[in-house]
């Protein structure tokens, strides 16, 4: 009895280098093969964190009012005007015998001027303070030498804070015991400097 005729297996070779890379690069990532590319992939993202967020017309009417207002209550002018008003309520004092409305007037006037003058200030120092960051921030990033940890560093928590100061500690330890209070710029590169002159100190003793 004659056997069925079995149709050929298909033999497996081993695919060559060419072949391999290819496979290889079709199933990875493009951006981290070409770091070119990598970057692109970064942009949108990048663009996102850094895009301005959108405000609403009247969002961006009491900005410019309290803006203006801010500026305006800083003046001389602004003081001028509130000294005439407590004059001219003083010397209205007689006029309505002293009474209990007639001090009630200033008293409610200056309550509600308090109130309102509370928020301007806290925005205008809350601006100040951010300004004041970004300005250190930038400094911070484009010296040499210093450290990055301390961009930021306003938005750390107590804890962290602590721990910096903890850190930074070391920086008059580490000064105090070569005699030089200006020569460290960071925890890092203050704990290599100090090595260096350890090891130097060292050769030249023996």
């Not at 070119?36 to 017309?57: I, N």
Request: glycine fraction near 4%; hydrophobic fraction near 45%; charge should be positive.
């Amino acid at each position: 009895m004659q056997r069925a005729a079995q149709a050929p297996r298909p033999v497996k070779c081993a695919p060559s280098n060419a072949a391999f890379r290819l496979h290889f690069l079709s199933r990875v990532d493009p951006a981290r093969v070409n770091p070119e590319t990598k970057r692109q992939a970064r942009l949108p993202r990048l663009r996102a964190l850094t895009r301005a967020p959108r405000r609403t017309a009247i969002g961006r009417a009491l900005e410019r009012f309290s803006r203006a207002l801010t500026a305006w209550v800083g003046t001389s002018w602004a003081f001028g005007v509130a000294l005439a008003i407590v004059v001219a309520w003083a010397f209205t004092g007689p006029l309505f015998g002293f009474s209990d409305t007639w001090q009630l007037v200033i008293n409610t006037g200056t309550t509600i001027v308090t109130f309102l003058m509370v928020f301007l200030i806290q925005r205008a120092q809350n601006n100040d303070a951010r300004a004041i960051h970004l300005k250190l921030n930038e400094i911070v990033a484009a010296l040499h030498g210093a450290s990055n940890r301390l961009i930021n560093v306003e938005d750390l928590t107590e804890d962290e804070v602590r721990l910096l100061h903890r850190h930074y500690s070391q920086l008059v330890a580490l000064a105090r015991e070569t005699g030089e209070l200006t020569q460290s710029h960071s925890v890092e590169e203050a704990a290599a400097r100090h090595e260096l002159k350890l090891i130097r100190e060292e050769k030249r003793a023996s």
